[in-house]
């Protein structure tokens, strides 16, 4: 692990992050790697101007194989509203994004691209803005282990429609696979440091 600071937030940069980057470059068209980050960078960047209208800053962010964390300061407090907002803004910024540039004319991967981080980001898993955004609306309440049993289940049935479509489409879909485990562990990580 690397372990940095950058003004008042730390970074932590784990091995896993490197190794899912080099998948990345060997498994997918060169050309689709820098329209990746952007897409990335325009998903963070709606999460941190959202926190910074709420009243908040970044604590600490983690890059690993399992994604991209930002922690908020501990010492200021952020509703749960609040909390719902700074999660919703990392797909709307994508979706914006997407809209602006059809609206434009600009075609290509691209567009597409900001609408797929939406919608990958809005899944249920905790390491990602929907699951997060059920756990705001589910935690410390008598739904909370019934919630947690049923997004088991969509978990683990995601990871079994990758492998079968892997086992039938090949390298092609190997990396909706590897993004089904990922994101499988980087939720019980998650959970555990819950």
Not at 52 to 68: C, K, N, P, Y
Request: aromatic share 10%.
């Amino acid at each position: 692990m690397i372990s940095f600071r950058l003004g008042k937030a730390a970074f932590r940069v784990y091995f896993s992050f490197f190794v899912f980057n080099a998948l990345i470059f060997l498994l997918r068209d060169s050309r689709l790697v820098l329209a990746f980050y952007t897409v990335c960078a325009v998903h963070e960047a709606g999460h941190i101007a959202a926190l910074m209208l709420v009243g908040g800053s970044i604590g600490s962010v983690e890059l690993s194989g399992f994604g991209i964390r930002m922690e908020r300061k501990k010492s200021r407090m952020i509703s749960a509203k609040s909390s719902i907002f700074v999660l919703l803004a990392g797909p709307a910024a994508n979706i914006i994004m997407y809209i602006l540039m059809k609206l434009t004319g600009c075609g290509g991967t691209f567009p597409l691209l900001n609408l797929m981080a939406a919608a990958y980001n809005m899944l249920p898993y905790r390491s990602l803005d929907g699951g997060a955004i059920i756990a705001e609306f589910t935690a410390g309440s008598a739904h909370e282990s019934k919630a947690e049993t049923v997004l088991a289940a969509i978990k683990l049935s995601f990871i079994a429609l990758a492998a079968a479509a892997a086992a039938a489409y090949g390298k092609g879909t190997l990396p909706l696979l590897i993004a089904a485990i990922a994101l499988y562990i980087g939720d019980k990580r998650t959970n555990n440091n819950s």
